[in-house]
């Protein structure tokens, strides 16, 4: 098996076509498909099937796609990691986050990083978490930062802790539960929501404690995968929304809401961490980064 099977048959389940997939990768139709053939040979089993539409993987194709990837990408972190040895380039990290981590956790941590002694640089992939995970498996990043579930083992990631932070149900200044010494869960049945695009186990467990006191459900008038957009929202009105704690203590963009005093939690703490692949390579960069993050956090922690 040799590296460029690998980028043939990556390049023709991209393309959907033997005919595109050679023009990209400017080599003739028939080499392609004898690379393709070999391949198969190599591994004994069929990895494509050529339809009227186009070219899709099988069953042992699909299989085959995530590991190809994952090679090919490890070799081309390999390449960097040594021209940044060699002084011929800096280390690159790869992230994966949501909207909300991207407002409020990662832009401190990026600025320690890129004007460190040993400056890189980085690129993010924003996106739901279950993406995200697939995309780190697949070794498109390096990590994901976002809420973490220690009890949740899995074989083949691995998490470390950078914040310990709550989800808290917000408000603008002049709403008229924003003085209130304490806020039980029915005073807040009245009024609408504004809510994130993501985050449906935050939502589930809200709509479960209003059921569970026999309080209607929240009435979203607004979803959007924007924290910024949904904070200007609730400037306007006397909307309620959730947000982490953080985000509200540390940011100006959000100084107009106010964290209401609930009497009975809705949501359970939150411990927002990175996770990566447990058998993947921990470039330098990468760790330098993840120290970062791990300082913003402890930053955070102390501020409160």
């Not at 690998?6 to 389940?13: K, Q």
């Not at 607004?222 to 400037?235: E, G, Q």
């Amino acid at each position: 098996m040799e590296l460029r099977q690998l980028r043939h048959f990556i390049e023709i389940v991209r393309c959907a076509s033997f005919g595109q997939a050679a023009d990209k990768l400017n080599i003739t139709q028939p080499a392609l498909s004898k690379s393709i053939r070999n391949l198969e040979q190599t591994l004994g089993v069929q990895l494509l099937e050529r339809h009227p539409g186009g070219v899709t993987p099988t069953e042992y194709g699909t299989l085959f796609l995530d590991y190809a990837t994952l090679v090919t990408e490890e070799l081309q972190r390999a390449v960097q990691e040594i021209d940044q040895l060699r002084g011929r380039g800096r280390g690159v990290v790869r992230v994966g986050a949501g909207a909300t981590m991207m407002q409020y956790l990662l832009p401190p941590a990026v600025r320690a990083f890129v004007e460190g002694d040993q400056a890189g640089s980085v690129t993010f992939r924003q996106g739901l978490r279950d993406q995200l995970i697939a995309s780190l498996r697949r070794g498109e990043i390096d990590i994901v930062v976002g809420s973490i579930n220690p009890d949740r083992l899995d074989e083949d990631l691995r998490q470390e802790a950078v914040l310990e932070d709550r989800i808290a149900v917000v408000a603008r200044a002049g709403h008229p539960l924003a003085d209130y010494p304490h806020v039980e869960l029915r005073d807040l049945a009245p009024f609408r929501w504004v809510l994130p695009e993501s985050g449906e186990a935050e939502l589930d467990r809200l709509c479960a404690a209003f059921r569970q006191r026999g309080l209607p459900q929240p009435e979203c008038v607004v979803r959007t995968a924007s924290s910024v957009f949904m904070a200007s929202v609730l400037k306007t009105g006397d909307y309620l929304s959730y947000l982490p704690a953080a985000l509200i203590n540390l940011d100006p963009d959000y100084a107009h809401l106010r964290v209401l005093d609930l009497i009975e939690p809705i949501w359970p703490r939150v411990i927002v961490g990175v996770t990566y692949r447990r058998r993947g390579v921990m470039l330098a960069p990468v760790r330098r980064f993840m120290n970062r993050l791990a300082d913003v956090g402890r930053s955070m922690q102390a501020s409160r």
